[in-house]
């Protein structure tokens, strides 16, 4: 079993819809939570960070993480078909050195 | 634009050669890691260089090895490559040695074993 498991999809949504991301993962020690965005033939772009349990906004973009449940996501408001992209889940314990990922979700905002 | 900056951006080699890949962080990082991404594994961390010295070390193989030298860019060796070598290898960096939640990833090197 992954440490990390996320969804691959396909997910395909009209542009103005709330999408929602999700990641589940089995390591307790993780305390910080990161989603990145890659597009084709890109590097991963670091969309936000959060640390232990909560949400944090950052525009468009809202990130959950519940400990408890061991389960993280990331709400896209009122979609755009530039928000076209696999998302990576990735995360870390404290202190360590490494991320550890999910293997993304595809992304398709129609028009 | 991360940043970060990686060469060549597309590798074709034979089984069996030797290729280096380059890796230049964002100014003022210290941290230099490598990952690779596979369709079937995902992204997976090699190693961690921190001002010039291994700091972490993940899924790599000893055919593998890297180095980060005084100016602070790093390479990649990949040698006796195979089939399964072919990936697209990504460099990230960040300013600190530990804590590892904010990296910048490159742009990516896609390598071909043909």
């Known amino acids: 079993q992954k440490e990390v498991e996320q969804d691959p999809g396909p997910l395909s949504v009209p542009e103005g819809a709330i999408v929602s991301l999700n990641c589940t993962y089995s390591n307790s020690a993780f305390q910080y939570f990161m989603w990145y965005r890659q597009y084709s033939r890109k590097g991963p772009e670091l969309l936000m960070y959060?640390?232990?349990?909560g949400n944090k906004e950052d525009g468009r973009f809202t990130a959950q993480v519940d400990k408890s449940s061991k389960y993280i996501s990331l709400f896209i408001r009122d979609s755009q078909p530039s928000d076209s992209a696999t998302y990576l889940c990735?995360?870390?314990?404290?202190?360590?050195?490494?991320?550890?990922f999910g293997t993304g979700t595809r992304l398709t905002v129609i028009p | 634009d991360s940043g970060v900056t990686q060469t060549p951006k597309h590798l074709i080699t034979a089984t069996g050669q030797r290729v280096t890949l380059r890796c230049s962080p964002r100014s003022g990082d210290l941290s230099v890691y490598w990952y690779q991404q596979s369709l079937d594994q995902g992204l997976q961390f090699l190693i961690q260089?921190?001002?010039?010295?291994?700091?972490a070390k993940g899924n790599i193989l000893e055919r593998f090895s890297a180095q980060q030298f005084p100016d602070l860019h790093s390479e990649l060796n990949l040698s006796s490559l195979e089939l399964g070598d072919s990936a697209l290898y990504f460099c990230?960096?960040?300013?600190?040695?530990?804590?590892?939640?904010?990296?910048?990833f490159g742009p990516g090197t896609r390598l071909t074993v043909t």
């Open positions: 260089y921190y001002n010039g010295e291994e700091r």
């Open positions: 959060t640390y232990s349990s």
């Open positions: 990735a995360m870390t314990p404290t202190g360590a050195n490494n991320l550890f």
């Open positions: 990230a960096s960040s300013a600190g040695g530990t804590g590892a939640y904010e990296q910048y």
